[in-house]
């Protein structure tokens, strides 16, 4: 991961490639879902480079399996989850891969990234919250998504 730089520019855009593709492909089996392919700048347990392919809506199967930073990374845009094709571009112009945001993630205040509602701490009334929300918000820089367009109503 520390070694990654301009010379794996190109295997960084060809896993880009795939991501879109398998993005797209996801995209048309799963309408009403956004999917976004990145890279999480946070240095974590593994220290092979790898991206994430996910669901945009986060809303976890059980409650357990979506944790406060992660929902902050993932929903936090590009300082937290760099999409691969920016970062392809980023190595192919002999730009550094960025470091980690310096904001603490448990500094957050927690908000819906889809409709913008306000839960301050209470992450497991956000948890349940994403699992009935029907709105998107307009694509943001995260957004290499595709889906559904955004819903007017949410719950």
Request: net charge positive.
């Amino acid at each position: 991961r520390q070694d990654v730089g301009a010379a794996q520019a190109p295997l960084v855009r060809r896993l880009a490639f795939y991501g879109e593709h398998l993005v797209n492909g996801l995209g048309q089996s799963h309408p009403d879902l956004r999917f976004s392919v990145g890279f999480r700048l946070r240095q974590g347990r593994v220290e092979q480079f790898h991206a994430h392919l996910i669901s945009m809506d986060l809303a976890a199967p059980h409650i357990g399996d979506l944790d406060r930073r992660q929902f902050v990374e993932f929903s936090g845009g590009p300082s937290w989850f760099l999409p691969l094709a920016d970062l392809s571009s980023m190595l192919a112009h002999g730009q550094q891969m960025p470091a980690a945001a310096a904001e603490p993630w448990a500094d957050r205040p927690l908000v819906c990234h889809r409709c913008g509602q306000f839960f301050g701490d209470a992450f497991a009334q956000l948890c349940q919250h994403l699992v009935r929300c029907k709105a998107w918000a307009a694509p943001t820089v995260l957004g290499r998504a595709s889906g559904a367009k955004a819903a007017a109503a949410h719950q």
